[in-house]
């Protein structure tokens, strides 16, 4: 399968000269200005994005802006007639992997071409063989020993075993893709693949070649057949995560194909049996959504043939020590670091924390203790500073209240930034995490929410 690139200049010239010189190579696309560029970007898997810095009245600058923010971005080059050193780090600082000065070098664009090719490849195969090398059996990586969890581990023994549809719901953090693969793990489907699909990373233009596949020439810009995540799990298992931010017309499709069994590629007709088993993941209720409209009943109630509710771990209270201390033993060990247990303070703080981030906001916060930790015990002060209360962050007791609310006799002492952070973090708390929910609470597009989260790793890290 070739590379896809994506070539961005307003000079026509440029463009013919350079798609010209590539197609042989890569899956080449064109776009002679930004807004062409970005619909590129949002309907296309883009692996090098090549563009010019003055494109009219715009800037090649927010282009790579635009392409870093997507879920997949794609690696970044710029090009310009105007280049100096100052101009090559500006670019790097957006996201640029290399800056090239016109007059353009045909040999020297290959040559990059070909080393960002091969850098893609590499970072592919180790997000594949990190993948692989996760521990996936069963029900080995799940802990809990409190009645909810171990009612939810008696529940996957049970319908493991089948082919039924399962449908997991939960806040975001709780989960659910642990349960996916422990269902996969001890069903009949086990020696065959487990796909993950994350819906909420997928626009609606790209999202129905990339679950069924697309024929050469079904679109613009579709050289060669590609078949979807259905074909490639055939005989395994499919899991659907965030099942809830799929779009109508995409819903109608996807309940054909659990009627039917069978696919039809983008720009073909003919039906291509798939024997996979389905199972949806969702942090949003869609019951709510289906008497909203948003959500097909109909697709509902083939997904929801078995529910499994994961609660978050504020509900489980009794769990949260036992997580801690496993968590602890084996991120010591990942992060090269002598196993040391947690001092009884901060088990205590642990326990009345919140944890909108749930299971996996726990487990950030103990490997921050086990990292800057250095005694025989990590005590409080070597766990994340939003759980000991530092003024900047998110502390236990502004999360329990769950209130959009600020103390007005504060607001002097915090600057814009704090509080625009802090109006994002209690959206998300109060939306359990679901990130599109929270832009619309906020009042800005999912995009813009995204950028603002990638901006400040650390002040949103319980729901990254």
């Given at each position: 399968?070739?590379?896809?690139?994506?070539?961005?200049?307003?000079?026509?010239?440029?463009?013919?000269?350079?798609?010209?010189?590539?197609?042989?190579?890569?899956?080449?696309?064109?776009?002679?200005?930004?807004?062409?560029?970005?619909?590129?970007?949002?309907?296309?898997?883009?692996?090098?994005?090549?563009?010019?810095?003055?494109?009219?009245?715009?800037?090649?600058?927010?282009?790579?802006?635009?392409?870093?923010?997507?879920?997949?971005?794609?690696?970044?080059?710029?090009?310009?007639?105007?280049?100096?050193?100052?101009?090559?780090?500006?670019?790097?600082?957006?996201?640029?992997?290399?800056?090239?000065?016109?007059?353009?070098?045909?040999?020297?664009?290959?040559?990059?071409?070909?080393?960002?090719?091969?850098?893609?490849?590499?970072?592919?195969?180790?997000?594949?063989?990190?993948?692989?090398?996760?521990?996936?059996?069963?029900?080995?990586?799940?802990?809990?020993?409190?009645?909810?969890?171990?009612?939810?581990?008696?529940?996957?023994?049970?319908?493991?075993?089948?082919?039924?549809?399962?449908?997991?719901?939960?806040?975001?953090?709780?989960?659910?893709?642990?349960?996916?693969?422990?269902?996969?793990?001890?069903?009949?489907?086990?020696?065959?693949?487990?796909?993950?699909?994350?819906?909420?990373?997928?626009?609606?233009?790209?999202?129905?070649?990339?679950?069924?596949?697309?024929?050469?020439?079904?679109?613009?810009?579709?050289?060669?057949?590609?078949?979807?995540?259905?074909?490639?799990?055939?005989?395994?298992?499919?899991?659907?995560?965030?099942?809830?931010?799929?779009?109508?017309?995409?819903?109608?499709?996807?309940?054909?194909?659990?009627?039917?069994?069978?696919?039809?590629?983008?720009?073909?007709?003919?039906?291509?049996?798939?024997?996979?088993?389905?199972?949806?993941?969702?942090?949003?209720?869609?019951?709510?959504?289906?008497?909203?409209?948003?959500?097909?009943?109909?697709?509902?109630?083939?997904?929801?043939?078995?529910?499994?509710?994961?609660?978050?771990?504020?509900?489980?209270?009794?769990?949260?020590?036992?997580?801690?201390?496993?968590?602890?033993?084996?991120?010591?060990?990942?992060?090269?670091?002598?196993?040391?247990?947690?001092?009884?303070?901060?088990?205590?703080?642990?326990?009345?924390?919140?944890?909108?981030?749930?299971?996996?906001?726990?487990?950030?916060?103990?490997?921050?203790?086990?990292?800057?930790?250095?005694?025989?015990?990590?005590?409080?002060?070597?766990?994340?500073?939003?759980?000991?209360?530092?003024?900047?962050?998110?502390?236990?007791?502004?999360?329990?209240?769950?209130?959009?609310?600020?103390?007005?006799?504060?607001?002097?002492?915090?600057?814009?930034?704090?509080?625009?952070?802090?109006?994002?973090?209690?959206?998300?708390?109060?939306?359990?995490?679901?990130?599109?929910?929270?832009?619309?609470?906020?009042?800005?597009?999912?995009?813009?929410?995204?950028?603002?989260?990638?901006?400040?790793?650390q002040a949103f890290q319980p729901f990254l």
């Open positions: 399968m070739k590379p896809v690139l994506l070539i961005v200049d307003d000079e026509k010239s440029t463009r013919m000269v350079l798609s010209a010189a590539l197609e042989e190579d890569y899956e080449v696309f064109a776009a002679a200005n930004g807004k062409a560029a970005r619909a590129i970007l949002e309907s296309e898997p883009v692996d090098i994005l090549l563009t010019d810095l003055r494109l009219g009245g715009e800037s090649g600058m927010d282009i790579i802006d635009f392409a870093v923010g997507l879920p997949q971005p794609p690696l970044c080059i710029m090009m310009t007639a105007y280049g100096s050193a100052d101009v090559a780090a500006e670019a790097r600082r957006h996201g640029a992997y290399y800056f090239l000065t016109k007059p353009l070098n045909l040999d020297e664009v290959e040559l990059l071409l070909r080393r960002a090719t091969h850098t893609r490849q590499l970072e592919s195969e180790n997000r594949e063989l990190t993948t692989r090398l996760e521990p996936t059996g069963g029900l080995d990586r799940m802990l809990g020993d409190s009645p909810q969890m171990q009612d939810i581990f008696n529940r996957i023994r049970r319908v493991a075993p089948t082919q039924a549809t399962v449908l997991i719901e939960g806040e975001s953090g709780t989960g659910k893709e642990l349960v996916a693969r422990a269902l996969h793990s001890l069903s009949s489907r086990s020696s065959r693949k487990f796909v993950a699909v994350n819906c909420a990373a997928l626009s609606p233009q790209l999202m129905e070649s990339e679950l069924f596949g697309h024929e050469k020439g079904a679109f613009t810009g579709a050289m060669q057949r590609r078949i979807g995540r259905f074909e490639e799990a055939d005989g395994g298992t499919l899991f659907l995560d965030e099942i809830g931010e799929i779009d109508i017309p995409t819903q109608v499709k996807l309940l054909r194909v659990l009627a039917e069994r069978s696919i039809e590629r983008v720009g073909s007709n003919a039906p291509v049996p798939v024997n996979v088993r389905v199972i949806a993941a969702t942090n949003r209720n869609l019951e709510a959504m289906v008497k909203e409209g948003t959500f097909r009943l109909d697709l509902y109630q083939r997904l929801n043939v078995i529910s499994l509710h994961l609660p978050p771990l504020r509900d489980r209270r009794g769990d949260i020590v036992l997580m801690a201390n496993a968590f602890a033993r084996e991120l010591s060990l990942m992060n090269n670091r002598d196993p040391r247990p947690l001092s009884r303070p901060a088990l205590e703080l642990l326990r009345g924390y919140e944890w909108p981030g749930n299971v996996r906001q726990l487990r950030t916060a103990v490997e921050h203790a086990v990292v800057m930790g250095s005694g025989p015990e990590l005590q409080v002060e070597d766990l994340p500073e939003y759980l000991t209360g530092t003024p900047g962050e998110t502390t236990p007791e502004t999360t329990k209240r769950g209130s959009m609310d600020f103390e007005l006799e504060t607001l002097p002492s915090l600057n814009l930034e704090y509080l625009e952070r802090r109006a994002i973090l209690l959206a998300l708390q109060r939306t359990g995490g679901n990130r599109s929910a929270a832009a619309e609470l906020l009042g800005i597009n999912r995009r813009t929410l995204q950028r603002k989260m990638a901006d400040a790793p």
